[in-house]
């Protein structure tokens, strides 16, 4: 089974800066395109969308632009946007001139929950609806009420939940988390990504840790709303590219051949046109 991987990081600390990375820990360096293609290649990855990284504002469009060239098998990129800044209009037009760029995010996991709040920043967001282009929604287990409402005031644009909401797999976490998302599942212009909940989870974790938390993704999206995402390298804080994959495919082995085939590719390829 083929897969495309759509939360592909790539840090190159000699052309971008990163002012989150001082607190990182081991992902403080470099992690380039060919260490990633290497693993992947082993795997059954075919295709990955680079996701920005949350560099210095001066740097996201440069960003963008490297990442559409960095390496044959990053075949698009989710670029960085700052929609609550009355230049996103201009921003936009720029970036969506550019081949390749297949959707939009703006952190908000870290960010004042009231950042996507404004009347600024929701009206920016509506403009991605008419160029067909997704928003990828990063926001914490406990901003998913948040999140929800940013969805519902912007319904003619796709949304992708990053990371499963961010639950605490560790503390194996289930509600409320699970109830939020039951809520948010509800609303039609929002797909949930697969992807990132190894670094919730201890360096301990195990595939039964995460089969609650990914099987109540898929039970409430559906299989035609989820994707999958490695979160390479943020994973390495508790595994390898390799193990989560494999404990992807464990998950989701006694799907059909088809419903895996959207999970692993198919539904990426629809929503970031790919």
Same mark, same amino acid.
């Given at each position: 089974?083929?897969?495309?991987?759509?939360?592909?990081?790539?840090?190159?600390?000699?052309?971008?800066?990163?002012? @989150?990375?001082?607190?990182?820990?081991?992902?403080?360096?470099? @992690?380039?395109?060919?260490?990633?293609?290497?693993?992947?290649?082993?795997?059954?990855?075919?295709?990955?969308?680079?996701?920005?990284?949350?560099?210095?504002?001066?740097?996201?469009?440069?960003?963008?632009?490297?990442?559409?060239?960095?390496?044959?098998?990053?075949?698009?990129?989710?670029?960085?946007?700052?929609?609550?800044?009355?230049?996103?209009?201009?921003?936009?037009?720029?970036?969506?001139?550019?081949?390749?760029?297949?959707?939009?995010?703006?952190?908000?996991?870290?960010?004042?929950?009231?950042?996507?709040?404004?009347?600024?920043?929701?009206?920016?967001?509506?403009?991605?609806?008419?160029?067909?282009?997704?928003?990828?929604?990063?926001?914490?287990?406990?901003?998913?009420?948040?999140?929800?409402?940013?969805?519902?005031?912007?319904?003619?644009?796709?949304?992708?939940?990053?990371?499963?909401?961010?639950?605490?797999?560790?503390?194996?976490?289930?509600?409320?988390?699970?109830?939020?998302?039951?809520?948010?599942?509800?609303?039609?212009?929002?797909?949930?990504?697969?992807?990132?909940?190894?670094?919730?989870?201890?360096?301990?974790?195990?595939?039964?840790?995460?089969?609650?938390?990914?099987?109540?993704?898929?039970?409430?999206?559906? @299989?035609?709303?989820?994707? @999958?995402?490695?979160?390479?390298?943020?994973?390495?804080?508790?595994?390898?590219l390799a193990r989560w994959v494999g404990a992807t495919r464990e998950i989701v082995a006694g799907a059909s051949s088809d419903e895996q085939a959207k999970l692993f590719h198919r539904n990426a390829e629809r929503i970031y046109r790919v």
């Open positions: 089974m083929r897969i495309v991987d759509t939360h592909l990081h790539l840090v190159h600390m000699d052309r971008f800066t990163y002012p @989150w990375l001082a607190g990182a820990g081991a992902l403080n360096r470099a @992690w380039p395109a060919q260490a990633y293609a290497s693993e992947a290649a082993k795997l059954g990855i075919e295709a990955a969308l680079h996701m920005e990284v949350d560099v210095a504002e001066a740097d996201m469009e440069a960003e963008a632009r490297f990442a559409l060239d960095v390496n044959r098998l990053v075949v698009g990129a989710i670029a960085a946007c700052r929609p609550e800044s009355p230049d996103f209009p201009a921003y936009l037009d720029r970036l969506t001139a550019l081949e390749g760029v297949k959707g939009f995010r703006r952190i908000l996991h870290t960010s004042p929950d009231e950042l996507s709040q404004s009347d600024l920043f929701r009206a920016n967001l509506r403009r991605l609806a008419d160029r067909q282009l997704p928003f990828d929604l990063c926001v914490l287990s406990k901003q998913l009420p948040i999140g929800r409402a940013l969805i519902a005031s912007c319904p003619d644009v796709q949304f992708v939940l990053d990371h499963c909401g961010v639950p605490d797999v560790a503390a194996k976490a289930l509600d409320p988390w699970r109830r939020e998302i039951t809520a948010l599942a509800a609303l039609p212009n929002v797909a949930a990504k697969i992807s990132g909940i190894v670094a919730y989870a201890g360096s301990d974790w195990t595939t039964a840790d995460l089969r609650p938390f990914v099987e109540h993704i898929i039970e409430s999206f559906g @299989w035609d709303r989820i994707v @999958w995402g490695s979160d390479y390298p943020v994973l390495t804080l508790t595994a390898d």
